[in-house]
T-cell receptor
Framework: EPEVTQTPSHQVTQMGQEVILRCVPI?????FYWYRQILGQKVEFLVS????????KSEIFDDQFSVERPDGSNFTLKIRSTKLEDSAMYFC???????????FGEGSRLTVL | GEDVEQSLFLSVREGDSSVINCTYT??????LYWYKQEPGAGLQLLTY?????DMKQDQRLTVLLNKKDKHLSLRIADTQTGDSAIYFC??????????FGSGTKLNVKP
């Protein structure tokens, strides 16, 4: 069964460092998303991406964050200068349509020290 | 803004039914979802219900929707230890943004 894959599964970084989280969405999906879940809190929407541009972003997704689809398969989330409060589980998701169900990856746990 | 609320914990005995409840705020949501998260895994879609339905049954799962009260529930019949996980209620808003609850941790005791 096709699935969304994410790497790394866990990354530990120092505050102020840049981090790139990678995702390979399901191959025929056209819409891509990042969500995050701070430990013990809700899963929160960060950004949606379609046709090589951001469709929607939340207020969490400030200038420190960026997304990119560098080739036909990867979808990346970059955090330019990490802060302690960026520590969370980051989930990538994709959907076939813009109003379709989301298929999630297993998440990348980011720990900022 | 949209808000989805769930109780945090539920503990049941194996073989009993589990009922996980959720309330939401956006009455315009056309679909409501239940996702399951097992330890170390991502969010797996369990089932969903269209807003013009009151009930949907899928094997051991029954979803009940009360649109008037904006209340959604997931009933798992004959709960097994393998059902132990965190269950997330979600509503879908504009631009396919999903709004999740905090998740209900279901503990199934043998």
């Amino acid at each position: 069964e096709p699935e969304v894959t994410q790497t790394p599964s866990h990354q530990v970084t120092q505050m102020g460092q840049e981090v790139i989280l990678r995702c390979v969405p399901i191959s025929n999906h056209l819409y891509f998303y990042w969500y995050r879940q701070i430990l013990g809190q809700k899963v929160e929407f960060l950004v949606s991406f379609y046709n090589n541009e951001i469709s929607e972003k939340s207020e969490i997704f400030d200038d420190q964050f960026s997304v990119e689809r560098p080739d036909g398969s990867n979808f990346t989330l970059k955090i330019r200068s990490t802060k302690l409060e960026d520590s969370a589980m980051y989930f990538c998701a994709s959907s076939v349509q813009g109003n379709g169900e989301l298929f999630f990856g297993e998440g990348s746990r980011l720990t900022v020290l | 803004g949209e808000d989805v609320e769930q109780s945090l914990f539920l503990s049941v005995r194996e073989g009993d039914s589990s009922v996980i409840n959720c309330t939401y705020t956006d009455s315009s949501s056309t679909y409501l979802y239940w996702y399951k998260q097992e330890p170390g895994a991502g969010l797996q879609l369990l089932t969903y219900i269209f807003s013009n339905m009151d009930m949907k049954q899928d094997q051991r799962l029954t979803v009940l929707l009360n649109k008037k009260d904006k209340h959604l529930s997931l009933r798992i019949a004959d709960t097994q230890t393998g059902d132990s996980a965190i269950y997330f209620c979600a509503e879908r808003g504009n631009f396919n943004k999903f709004y999740f609850g905090s998740g209900t941790k279901l503990n199934v005791k043998p």
